[in-house]
């Protein structure tokens, strides 16, 4: 595994999200990733800390340069909580649970994530404006109503299937409505 390739591809997978999205500075972006899958395994069964480190550090960087806060989630033995900043939380009103993720309750980007960030928290609940799946770990709980998927060039990192979702405003009216 190109640990070098992987952050190419990864960063570029972001980007491509991030457009489509058209997220502002002050919006939130979930992540779910599976490092098991990232390194050819079978989700949960491997967790790698390093991969973790380098894929929360990448979008990290990332999204903190755009303003965009980063929510990664957790895995179903954490029921999917999601380290967040604490003041992000706060001023989202999020329910601030107690839990310290693990590599085998949580997975290795939450421990990474309560590495890389100031005042990390554990949160239930969250609703974000749009997030990248990295082998196939369900965000869709997460990221706001109407959900659009969004399909990044390379559909792989590693080996982890990758998929992406954002997030539309509602359609409303009836006939006479018109959408831009």
Not at 52 to 73: C, F, M, P, S, Y
Not at 85 to 107: H, K, Y
């Amino acid at each position: 595994m190109d640990r070098e390739q992987l952050v190419v591809d990864l960063t570029q997978m972001i980007k491509e999200i991030l457009s489509q999205a058209q997220l502002h500075a002050g919006d939130t972006f979930v992540l779910g990733c599976s490092t098991s899958e990232i390194a050819g395994g079978y989700i949960g069964k491997n967790p790698s800390q390093e991969i973790g480190e380098w894929v929360v550090r990448t979008i990290k960087d990332l999204l903190d340069a755009e303003g965009i806060h980063l929510a990664v989630q957790g895995c179903e033995h954490l029921n999917r909580a999601l380290v967040v900043e604490r003041a992000v939380a706060r001023d989202a009103q999020w329910e601030i649970v107690e839990v310290l993720p693990s590599l085998t309750a949580g997975g290795a980007c939450s421990v990474a994530a309560f590495k890389y960030f100031d005042d990390p928290v554990e949160v239930e609940h969250i609703v974000a404006q749009a997030g990248i799946d990295i082998g196939d770990t369900a965000i869709g709980m997460h990221v706001k109503h109407v959900q659009v998927p969004v399909r990044p060039t390379k559909k792989e990192l590693g080996s982890a299937h990758v998929t992406a979702l954002k997030s539309r405003p509602k359609y409303i009216g009836g006939p006479r409505a018109q959408y831009p």
